[in-house]
């Protein structure tokens, strides 16, 4: 029997199609009441403060380091090991992205490079929940505090805070926990993708959240996420809608990239049913560790005692292959009708990053991690069969048959 799985196709249902379609009917489907609902009911879900929704992960994270005065002259650290938005934002705001390598083994920086790379132009440190695994933030806070006296705020948030921020890229860990706290109520901010192969959708768009900062109201820090994302408009366009209320001013000239009620109403659906997305990917997660748990690879474990995974992406390490061999085992499950993917190229291998100064040859782990790194399709439309399928075709092919 022919088989075609693919990699990461939504998960859509009436549900989302009833919600899009009541907007549709509803006249207003730019920013307005769905949005900010989306808005509050991420809020919840997380356990924080507050959100602000906008047109996608790269924009929150980036307004993140807008709101924070980051700019020309600070520094930002980041993990080598990642996609380009989680450096190219730094990139974006004027600032200068420091690389750190993974840890031996792990996809996550190592913590004594990311403590030894914070000087005094170090204004934040992005971690990257890579797959839906959130990082260790116990031990980046320890670090960001034991270094706080090297730091040199500039504006009264940057005072407020005292430290470098911890901006976490949760694209990937949206409804994972660390120690028994959800993603989103654990750093400082917190950005969230909801691209269309991300676990919740809303087609393109994401969020950025943020807990309370003491002596930082966050109705202004709200405001500042709404004045940044349209244009530094004072009224947004509902506000604009109401008898009389049509003046409004432009604080300055900022940027576009606000949700509109379209997208909000997939994410309202889709996180009436992200529950039970989750649970879903636990149990496709299980059938692959029980079919893989001999095979020669390596698994990122997803699911611990306090410590709960997104479920989102199934990394995999091929014991004794190198780049070469890992894409011969890509081609060979194509072939059986499986898509794989790669998650990630370094970016130090990348030509924008090489361009920057950056050399693969000083991220030793990173390409390790790399070079024999596989991903297997890991969403909700997996039947248990085609799990079995896609598991048991790898270890075969590994075990050469």
Same mark, same amino acid.
Request: contains cysteine; glycine residues 6%; aromatic residues 8%.
């Given at each position: ?41 991420? %809020? @919840? *879900? ?5 959100? !602000?929704?906008? #047109?996608?992960? =790269? /924009? ?126 654990? %750093? @400082? *901010? ?5 691209? !269309?192969?991300? #676990?919740?959708? =809303? /087609? ?198």
């Amino acid at each position: 029997m022919d088989r075609n799985i693919p990699f990461s196709p939504p998960d859509i249902t009436q549900l989302e199609i009833d919600e899009v379609v009541d907007t549709l009917k509803s006249g207003w489907i730019t920013t307005g009441p769905k949005t900010k609902q989306f808005e509050r009911e991420i %809020a @919840d *879900f997380c356990d924080c403060e507050r959100a !602000a929704c906008l #047109n996608s992960a =790269t /924009a929150a994270l980036e307004l993140a380091l807008r709101v924070l005065g980051i700019g020309k002259g600070d520094e930002v650290i980041t993990s080598a090991y990642t996609y380009t938005a989680s450096a190219s934002v730094i990139l974006h705001v004027g600032a200068t992205p420091v690389l750190v390598d993974t840890a031996p083994g792990s996809y996550q920086m190592d913590y004594e490079r990311l403590e030894a790379a914070i000087t005094p132009l170090t204004k934040a440190v992005i971690p990257v929940d890579i797959a839906g695994v959130m990082c260790d933030y116990d031990r980046i806070f320890d670090i960001v505090e034991r270094k706080k006296a090297l730091f040199n705020p500039e504006n009264d948030l940057q005072k407020a805070m005292g430290r470098a921020a911890v901006v976490a890229d949760g694209a990937h860990s949206f409804g994972a926990q660390y120690h028994g706290r959800k993603s989103g109520s654990v %750093a @400082d *901010f917190t950005s969230f993708s909801f691209h !269309a192969v991300k #676990n919740l959708t =809303t /087609a393109e768009g994401g969020a950025i959240v943020w807990n309370s900062i003491e002596g930082i109201e966050s109705d202004d820090l709200y405001r500042e996420f709404m004045l940044l994302s349209l244009h530094g408009q004072s009224k947004d366009a509902l506000a604009k809608t109401k008898v009389g209320a049509w003046e409004y001013d432009v604080v300055y000239p900022a940027y576009k990239c606000n949700m509109t009620d379209i997208m909000a109403a997939l994410g309202l659906a889709q996180l009436k049913r992200y529950p039970a997305l989750l649970q879903r990917r636990k149990e496709l997660v299980g059938i692959y560790d029980r079919i893989l748990k001999d095979a020669p690879v390596e698994v990122l474990p997803h699911y611990l005692e306090d410590d709960l995974s997104s479920g989102h992406l199934y990394l995999v390490r091929i014991e004794g292959v190198d780049a070469g061999g890992r894409n011969r085992v890509i081609e060979r499950m194509a072939q059986r009708g499986i898509c794989t993917n790669v998650h990630y190229k370094p970016l130090p291998m990348m030509t924008a990053y090489q361009n920057l100064g950056f050399d693969i040859a000083d991220y030793p782990n990173a390409y390790r991690q790399f070079q024999n790194e596989i991903t297997l399709p890991l969403h909700t439309l997996l039947s248990d069969e085609d799990a079995r399928y896609v598991a048991e075709t790898l270890r075969d092919i590994l075990n050469g048959r």
